[in-house]
């Protein structure tokens, strides 16, 4: 998985996110000297938790022939300074025509996102410097 991001000239902060054939726009708020343009680095972050944790609750109840009816996740956290833990507050919506064996299944694999368990696990950074010309 690739994702590369391009500085535009449009503001301070926008980059052009690219990702496969799909470009994002990522800008600070206009509090943090942005102009808001897209979301911020941050958001994204927890939109890629909420949205995985979405899809991989989804595509469980597919593989079980459930009809979960609508299905909302939300995600919230702040940034901890290096060295203490960040706290991810997870809010699941469901149905509440689930049962409850099927609400607590749903539940447990909500946590078994991919994203998730990324987070939640060891992460090591490997990083380089490219020179390219001035363009």
């Not at 503001?11 to 799909?22: L, N, Q, S, V």
């Not at 994204?44 to 009816?69: E, F, P």
């Not at 025509?97 to 694999?109: F, M, V």
Request: aromatic share 6%; with cysteine.
């Amino acid at each position: 998985m690739k994702a590369i991001a391009r500085r535009t000239d449009r503001g301070p902060y926008i980059y052009a996110i690219t990702i496969r054939d799909h470009e994002l726009t990522i800008d600070e708020p206009l509090k943090d000297g942005g102009q808001d343009q897209g979301p911020g680095p941050q958001e994204v972050l927890a939109a890629s938790l909420a949205s995985c944790t979405a899809i991989t609750m989804d595509m469980y109840a597919q593989r079980k022939g459930w009809d979960i009816g609508p299905l909302e996740v939300e995600c919230e956290y702040e940034s901890a300074p290096r060295g203490y833990s960040t706290f991810f507050n997870l809010t699941l919506r469901m149905s509440d025509h689930l049962t409850p064996d099927q609400r607590e299944r749903l539940e447990a694999i909500a946590a078994r996102c991919p994203v998730h368990r990324t987070l939640e696990g060891p992460v090591r950074f490997k990083q380089r410097v490219e020179l390219t010309s001035r363009a």
